[in-house]
């Protein structure tokens, strides 16, 4: 399998660290509102990446936070918390507004075929493995108190930026405007806020250097150390979380082991619209929720997703939108005529596996997943036989996830109902019996009922009266 690595800013071989498994780390959503379609887009990449390490054989372990203390509205320890700001607009405590947004975001998931990762940890519940890490990164001396806060200072360590390839000099010497004078360098992040900004701060919790609450990055490194290990495999994430929260996570995690943290760093590109990045604030807030409202199912917008690679923009539009409805609907068209004609067969042929082997090593060559799809729309197309087909489309719609299997086979409208074809019965009936008078009535009945009946070689049939 190969993985783009935003580390070397080159596709990568994948090589675990234990042959066989995967730990895998992804930045979960901030629970203060809806997840837009942007965000969910990056859940869903994440997705196809899970389906797709399953699908090359490891044994993975999926680990998702949920953040609901400390995101501040700017990620440079700028602006209000987040579910702070949410609970004053909404006169709800912090602890309704997560808990309503969490399980708003595990529904549109759950809506878009996204399977659940391993493990879903929250901020709120690992506030002492974050005081443990904060203490161990003091008594590596990688840490100052000022104003109240504790703060990570970037110049104890000779690699800061590595990720993002920040040039520091740039940055001290920029225009930047700093906010909090008690850095020493603007670049320094919070560890842990006791001198809280914002006096009626809902969350708090006792630690050595008094009562307040974590800064936004720790939590990612303290709940990934704590579940995949010291050092792991894959981090994930949207790709602005490269210059701010994922060059803090890694200063901080490596920072304490005094080793390397993560293997490789995976970025899904965001989506855009004619304003550009698709953003909460900015244009109409899309949600899952008005794309249903919209009339669209939530695969269409999953198909849409998949019509993009991971790494480039992709362009939103509602005409985009009803390209994807309308692809998808076609398949699910396709799969329903086949259903209606075979069963999927147990022993693919060699032609069927060929198409399962060319769409694997498309998914397996960094989530090609529009080469993928191309390859579904090649299999479709084929002389195959329509069993052979249908091994091979659920075969690809394990990483699809497009729930072609509980398609309903294609069925011919039956026109009419019992009563109108018991009618059309007793009509035939009547007139063996030379009833024409009980059969014109029958045929007016069902005129009237907006059918007409007519006779064929085969027997009679009905059709709407249009
Ligand atoms: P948040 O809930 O704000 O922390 O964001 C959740 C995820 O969505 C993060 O991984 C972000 O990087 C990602 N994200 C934010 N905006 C977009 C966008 N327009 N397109 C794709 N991903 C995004
Ligand atoms: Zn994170």
Excluded at 25 to 32: K, N
Excluded at 240 to 267: K, L, M, R
Excluded at 370 to 387: D, E, M, Y
């Amino acid at each position: 399998m190969k993985l783009y690595n935003t580390m070397s800013r080159r596709i990568e071989e994948f090589v675990p660290i234990v042959p066989g498994k995967v730990s895998m780390y992804c930045c979960g959503p901030t629970v203060y509102n809806y997840a837009h379609i942007g965000n969910l887009r990056t859940y869903i990449f994440e997705d196809l990446l899970h389906r797709t390490l399953i699908r090359a054989g490891y044994d993975l372990c999926h680990v998702m936070n949920i953040t609901d203390v400390g995101h501040l509205t700017g990620d440079g320890d700028d602006g209000e918390d987040k579910l702070g700001k949410r609970s004053r607009e909404t006169g709800k405590s912090v602890w309704e507004i997560a808990d309503f947004y969490t399980k708003a975001f595990f529904a549109d998931e759950k809506d878009l075929d996204i399977i659940r990762p391993d493990i879903i940890c929250k901020a709120t519940d690992h506030i002492q493995d974050m005081i443990d890490l904060i203490k161990r990164l003091e008594d590596r001396g990688h840490t100052y108190t000022s104003g109240g806060n504790v703060y990570f200072s970037i110049d104890t360590i000779d690699d800061y930026g590595k990720l993002a390839r920040l040039n520091l000099d740039d940055l001290k010497s920029g225009a930047r405007i700093e906010v909090d004078s008690n850095k020493r360098n603007p670049k320094d992040f919070v560890l842990w806020f006791t001198n809280s900004k914002f006096k009626d701060q809902a969350m708090t919790w006792d630690s050595p250097w008094g009562r307040g609450y974590p800064g936004w990055h720790i939590e990612c490194s303290a709940m990934s150390m704590k579940y995949l290990g010291e050092q792991f495999d894959i981090h994930c994430g949207g790709i602005d979380a490269i210059p701010v929260h994922h060059t803090n996570e890694i200063a901080q995690s490596e920072a304490a082991t005094g080793h390397t943290w993560v293997n490789y760093w995976c970025h899904g590109e965001f989506l855009v619209n004619d304003k550009g990045k698709m953003s909460k604030s900015t244009g109409e807030f899309l949600t899952l929720s008005l794309l249903k409202e919209k009339g669209y199912d939530p695969l269409d917008y999953r198909y849409f997703c998949l019509s993009g690679h991971y790494r480039s923009q992709l362009m939103f539009s509602y005409e985009a939108l009803d390209h994807a409805r309308a692809a998808r609907k076609g398949i699910v068209q396709k799969v329903a005529e086949l259903k209606a004609a075979a069963a999927p067969a147990a022993e693919p042929s060699e032609e069927a596996r060929k198409y399962m082997a060319d769409f694997d090593s498309a998914m397996e060559n960094d989530l090609s997943a529009p080469q993928a799809l191309s390859v579904l729309h090649l299999l479709l197309k084929s002389p195959i036989s329509p069993s052979d087909k249908l091994a091979a489309i659920y075969h690809m719609d394990g990483i699809l996830g497009l729930d072609l299997e509980s398609v309903e086979p294609y069925k011919e409208e039956k026109i009419g109902g019992d009563e109108e074809w018991a009618l059309v019965e007793e009509r035939a009936k009547a007139k063996k019996e030379r009833n024409y008078q009980r059969a014109d009535e029958i045929r007016a009945e069902l005129l009237k009922r907006g059918y007409i009946v007519k006779d064929t070689p085969s027997g009679p049939v009905l059709e709407k009266n249009v």
